[in-house]
């Protein structure tokens, strides 16, 4: 009977609209309240606003910023252009532009949604007037939106690490590796499909256009050093962290623009 209970508010509160964390919420309530333990409804909203009073969590919405100034301004654009003059050369250079992008973007702002929604917005219509596949672009841009997320700063990695316990600069530094070695082997799949279907067109690099690009993104790429030197240096903490990307992305937004 207790369990038919609890099934029912669980489904009550989602059919009225509830979100999933609150209609859980609800249910772990009326359990006690059903088992005549109220007392321990007080311990809950203890364990609960210990749950979000953390000062790590400052960073989320800082980073979530980061992203919103580099989407909304120009710095995408500087980013993907930077990755376009690198690999102009190569045959299918739109595609490998595409996940070096989303490595740099991602290495800023720490989501993989922001990610995909800031490069792929770019890229995609000049990829489809190059005779790039609409399934292709499509992946090539749902594949290279993790990097967002696995390269550091990253918004998962901070939640993980606040609501664990477990030391966020090391997770940090442990998403270093993978998420070069996945951007690696990627680019090199897609000089691979690139060669073999002939996609894109092929531009003779340009040392002046690199430096170009490279002046216009040159804060978007310094931030990640500047958010792990001094996290591991111990000069701030990863919020702090976030609110120097913050700071810098709002000066090469300025440039940029």
């Known amino acids: 009977m207790l369990t038919a209970w609890l099934m029912v ?3 009550a509160s989602i059919a009225v609209g509830a979100p999933i964390a609150v209609a859980l919420g609800l249910t772990a309530a009326g359990y006690f309240l059903l088992k005549g333990q109220s007392a321990f409804l007080f311990l809950v909203a203890q364990r609960l606003f210990a749950g979000c009073n953390s000062f790590e969590l400052i960073a989320i919405p800082l980073f979530v910023l980061t992203g919103d100034l580099m989407l909304e ?4 654009k500087a980013l993907v252009n930077l990755a376009k003059s690198i690999v ?35 890229v995609a219509q ?12 499509s992946a090539v841009i749902a594949a290279s939106a993790p990097l967002g997320t696995l390269i550091p700063p990253s918004i998962l990695m901070v939640v993980y690490g606040a609501a664990t316990g477990t ?37 003779p690099f340009s040392i002046a256009q690199f430096l170009t690009a490279l002046k216009q993104g040159i804060w978007a790429l310094i931030a990640p050093l500047i958010i792990l030197g001094g996290i591991y240096s111990g000069i701030f903490t990863p919020d702090g962290g976030s609110s120097c990307s913050c700071l810098l992305q709002s000066v090469n937004r300025g440039v940029c623009e």
């Open 126 to 137: 000049p990829m489809l007037e190059e005779g790039y596949p609409k399934p292709y672009i």
């Open 9 to 11: 508010i669980l489904i």
């Open 88 to 122: 102009g050369w190569m045959r299918g250079s739109l595609a490998l532009a595409t996940t070096l992008g989303s490595a740099f973007f991602g290495a800023v702002s720490g989501s993989g949604p922001a990610t995909a929604s800031a490069v792929g917005s770019i």
């Open 73 to 76: 301004g120009a710095i995408s």
């Open 167 to 203: 030391s966020i600069a090391k997770m940090l530094m442990a998403g270093i590796g993978p998420g070069v070695l996945f951007c690696g082997l990627f680019m090199i799949y897609e000089i691979f499909v690139g060669r073999k279907a002939r996609y894109g067109s092929v531009a």
